[in-house]
């Protein structure tokens, strides 16, 4: 089956402590991207990768890192820096270029820091 | 300033109408909007992609219109069931490569029987 996988689908931490989310895909999708979703907001873009080795801020980048080491890889690490880390972390890719736009997204990881 | 409004949070319909969902915007020129589907504790799933110079696109009971003069765009699903209940997101497409992808916040749709 082909898709995006995120793990876990739900994630407890301390204040203080990073954490990684994990997003892979099987699509052979050139570009991947990671949003947040709070209650009531739209999709926030984290950090987005159109080839390996690169990536790019997105609107809401403070507090997160992310590398792009394979091209079905795209771990997120929400830092100790990130004021309010609770929320739904969508991970999503799509093929490069124009040739396709949709944007398929993984199941998320709800991420819960006390 | 931008802005991109569903007007409806909610919309409660009887199975069999059509539910008609709005998506307006300020201050943004799209090339595309795409909307979407999302289930509770989901993903959103890709419903429907319209270009700035089509009017009205169409999927089996799904039907997309888009006004760039209104800046606005109508998400209709006829012959509405229960199955469709579900948060619909409107997302405007800047620039094509998906890196400027502006998601509204959603109208939670609920068809009952």
């Known amino acids: 089956d082909g898709g995006i996988t995120q793990s876990p689908k739900y994630l407890f931490r301390k204040e203080g402590q990073n954490v990684t989310l994990s997003c892979e895909q099987n699509?052979?999708?050139?570009?991947m991207y990671w949003y947040r979703q709070d209650p009531g907001q739209g999709l926030r873009l984290i950090y987005y990768?159109?080839?390996?080795?690169?990536?790019q801020k997105g609107d809401i980048a403070e507090g997160y890192s992310v590398s792009r080491e394979k091209k079905e890889s795209f771990p997120l690490t929400v830092t100790s820096a990130q004021k309010n880390p609770t929320a739904f972390y969508l991970c999503?890719?799509?093929?490069?270029?124009?040739?396709?736009?949709?944007?398929?997204f993984g199941p998320g990881t709800r991420l819960t820091v006390t | 300033s931008q802005k991109i409004e569903q007007n409806s949070e909610a919309l409660n319909i009887q199975e069999g109408k059509t539910a008609t969902l709005t998506c307006n915007y300020t201050?943004?020129?799209?090339?595309?909007l795409q909307w979407y589907r999302q289930d509770p504790g989901r993903g959103p799933v890709f419903l429907l992609l319209i270009r700035e110079n089509e009017k009205e696109k169409r999927k089996e009971r799904l039907k997309v219109t888009f006004d760039t003069t209104l800046k606005q765009s109508l998400f209709h699903i006829t012959a509405s069931q229960p199955a469709d209940s579900a948060t619909y997101l409107c997302a405007l497409d800047l620039n094509q490569a998906g890196t400027a992808l502006i998601f509204g916040k959603g109208t939670t749709l609920s068809v009952s029987s």
């Open positions: 999503a890719s799509k093929t490069g270029g124009t040739s396709s736009y949709e944007q398929y």
């Open positions: 990768s159109q080839i390996v080795n690169d990536f």
């Open positions: 201050n943004y020129s799209p090339a595309y």
């Open positions: 699509l052979n999708h050139d570009a």
